[in-house]
């Protein structure tokens, strides 16, 4: 696909993004509102004005959402996954630090920040909003399990999400999805609070219609939003960086055959992850998140990577294993 | 009607020589930033052959003619200027460090040298610089060579002088497997 067009296409989803998650948290308001009565008044200019409490505190709060993703929804995925930065003394860690940025040389884009996140799956993801603020974490597992051809490899996918511009809009998604699912959580509890008279029973069903029923449809559009067609692309992206699409293969087929479960980052990061990673246990919120298939089956994109053209590598890093 | 036939497609026509112009020199710039940091990653390799020449020599010292070729050919690459001559000096000292591993396979010594591990390290990822540098720099040359080989634009680029840029050849032994394992196996 043309670059700029999917640059585009991700600016006009990431707003569509923020608008249906204003809209989600102003029909809650709203509901709140005219079902307990609280549409106070104030005075200005002599006149009384209307004050829609609850929904005003929620579009504020939509607000204060939307700009604290655009800000820091990198620091947030950076933090969920633990992620510190690399320490040199470690020859994989340096090893790293190396493959990052020479992807990033291949790639003609500044070297984002490498970090390590301690999480024995294996796994990566990038975040942030422009390939000037851009980076990529690695976890432990994946470190101690790749040549140095499939990090490289696993690292020039991430560089293809900076560089198609997938971050930001990715980085918004993990970060409004982990909104809705702290307010799912607290509307569904909140139920329990409607055990008093008639309305506010009626008040606090209704918002339990809208935890239960449009929060994982809004999850849904989110998820329609980050089409299986940006993976692929990420690939394609990393078999041009690196010349070696089978070393990414290689790699894809290693994570695929991975049975440890995430211990951090959950459903909400799942999108950002290279491969879908494995969920552990069966909270409520899980089933929200089985609607998702953000990821191809695997079969599929490492047979893609097998059938290009570029099998003859010329690359050399397969001289040595990361880990002898 | 027919009176704005000429000025609109007068009007289209400098609109496509401005935008074909403009392309033009955004690619030469791309191409000269893109041979600028392939000199870094050059720079990067000249700066670490001393070092390694130096954490070898202990070991290989019956091999005192390589480790001098070696460190001449690293000195001519240094000196090298231009796309052209930079070519040959690096295809020379991509010559003379084969030679040199291919003889450090001898000596088992080195493969238990903390520090030589260490150096395979900063050894195989200056080669994966230079070679990526190299990669992206030869596509951006290919590009900008295209723009001004095929119609139309190389009517702008004649008239502007554009000339072809020059592509930076892997040297030989480099284009087969690169011998950088003189620690690991």
């Known amino acids: ?324 | 009607m027919g009176i704005w036939i000429a000025p609109a497609g007068l009007v289209a026509v400098a609109a496509w020589l401005g935008f074909t112009y403009n392309r033009l020199v955004a690619l030469r710039n791309q191409v000269q930033n893109a041979w600028r940091q392939i000199d870094v990653q050059l720079r990067r390799r000249h700066d670490l052959i001393p070092n390694l020449v130096e954490t070898v020599r202990g070991v290989m010292r019956f091999e005192q003619d390589t480790l001098t070729a070696v460190i001449e050919a690293r000195n001519a690459a240094a000196r090298a200027q231009g796309v052209a001559e930079v070519n040959v000096a690096e295809r020379g000292l991509s010559e003379a460090l084969g030679r040199l591993f291919a003889l450090a396979e001898a000596y088992p010594e080195l493969k238990s040298n903390q520090n030589a591990r260490a150096l395979q390290e900063e050894l195989t990822t200056t080669e994966n610089r230079i070679a990526f540098a190299r990669q992206l720099y030869n596509d951006l040359v290919m590009r900008y060579n295209t723009a001004q080989e095929t119609v139309p634009s190389n009517l702008v680029a004649r008239g502007m002088g554009a000339q072809p840029a020059v592509y930076f050849e892997a040297a030989p032994t480099e284009r087969e497997a690169p011998r950088v394992d003189l620690a690991i196996r």
């Open chain 1, 1 to 324: 696909m043309d670059l700029y067009a999917q640059q585009v296409r991700n600016r006009r989803l990431t707003w569509l993004l923020f608008i249906g998650f204003a809209l989600l948290l102003g029909a809650v308001g709203l509901v709140a509102d005219a079902a307990l009565g609280t549409g106070g008044t104030f005075w200005l200019g002599g006149r009384a004005w209307p004050l829609p409490l609850f929904t005003a505190l929620a579009v504020a709060s939509a607000t204060l959402a939307a700009s604290g993703t655009y800000l820091a929804g990198d620091r947030v995925v950076l933090a969920t996954m633990r992620a510190r930065p690399l320490d040199p003394a470690r020859p994989a860690e340096r090893m790293l630090g190396n493959v990052v940025e020479e992807v990033a040389i291949a790639a003609g884009l500044p070297a984002p920040a490498a970090f390590v996140a301690p999480e024995p799956a294996p796994n990566a993801l990038a975040t942030g909003r422009s390939p000037e603020r851009a980076s990529i974490v690695v976890t432990e597992g994946l470190l101690g399990a790749m040549t140095r051809a499939e990090l490289a490899a696993v690292v020039a996918h991430e560089m293809g999400h900076v560089r198609n511009a997938d971050i930001r809009l990715m980085t918004t998604v993990a970060v409004l999805l982990g909104s809705i699912a702290l307010l799912c959580d607290v509307l569904l509890r909140a139920r329990v609070l409607g055990t008093g008279d008639r309305r506010r029973r009626g008040t606090f069903a209704a918002l339990a219609v809208i935890a239960a029923v449009v929060a994982p449809l809004i999850a849904r559009l989110m998820a329609l939003a980050l089409s299986r067609t940006r993976e692929f692309e990420a690939d394609r992206t990393a078999a041009e960086l690196t010349r070696d699409p089978l070393a990414l293969a290689r790699a894809l087929a290693k994570l695929g055959a991975n049975e440890v479960p995430v211990r951090r980052g959950g459903p909400q990061v799942a999108p950002l992850f290279i491969v879908a990673p494995r969920l552990r246990g069966d909270t409520a919120r899980r089933d929200v998140f089985r609607l998702f298939a953000t990821h191809p089956p695997l079969a599929e994109r490492i047979a893609r990577l097998e059938a290009m053209g570029y099998a003859r590598a010329e690359r050399r890093e397969d001289v040595a294993p990361a880990h002898p």
